[in-house]
């Protein structure tokens, strides 16, 4: 039987168990989309822009900038990897942006001899909790279709209807 509905509590766990120390990065992608000062006007990018630096010589330093700059803040909380994200973008003078703008942040890297993907900002961490009308059998567990109708219908008219406005 499941306790009261007060003692259950989410959690989410995120093992960042990759060795970053001797990570050699060969590009940085860095995702921006500027909004609107006004909400009446539409946005600067009518969608997102991506920046791209890329590691050009064996002498230009491109590694040692990441892992000094960039790297050390994997695991960090999004405002900090976007302020020093932001900071990265803004001292190569090419674009001005603010930590807002930063929506992605993706080094490429060969790490241990293979060629990896880090993820900077994990959007896909987060989840929204909804109640759902279903009724519990005697050991506490809903019924999976009553569940899956249910969810459908809090998905249309309240995560979809609210993120689009309709």
């Given at each position: 039987m499941l306790p009261d509905y007060d003692d259950i509590k989410a959690h989410t766990y995120r093992l960042d168990s990759i060795n970053l120390s001797k990570a050699e990065a060969k590009e940085v992608r860095i995702t921006l989309s500027r909004h609107s000062s006004s909400i009446a006007k539409p946005n600067v990018f009518s969608q997102s822009s991506i920046i791209t630096f890329k590691k050009h010589s064996r002498d230009d330093g491109f590694e040692g900038e990441v892992s000094q700059k960039l790297l050390p803040?994997?695991?960090?909380?999004?405002?900090?990897?976007?302020?020093?994200?932001?900071e990265v973008v803004n001292q190569n003078e090419l674009i001005a942006?603010?930590?807002?703008?930063?929506?992605?942040?993706?080094?490429?890297a060969k790490v241990n001899g293979s060629k990896k993907t880090i993820y900077m900002l994990d959007s896909g961490s987060f989840a929204t909790k909804f109640p759902l009308n279903v009724t519990l059998d005697a050991d506490g567990h809903p019924d999976f279709q009553e569940t899956q109708k249910e969810m459908l219908r809090v998905l249309g008219t309240e995560i979809i209807a609210k993120s689009e406005n309709v």
């Open positions: 803040f994997f695991g960090r909380t999004n405002s900090d990897i976007k302020r020093v994200v932001a942006v603010q930590d807002t703008d930063i929506q992605d942040c993706t080094i490429i």
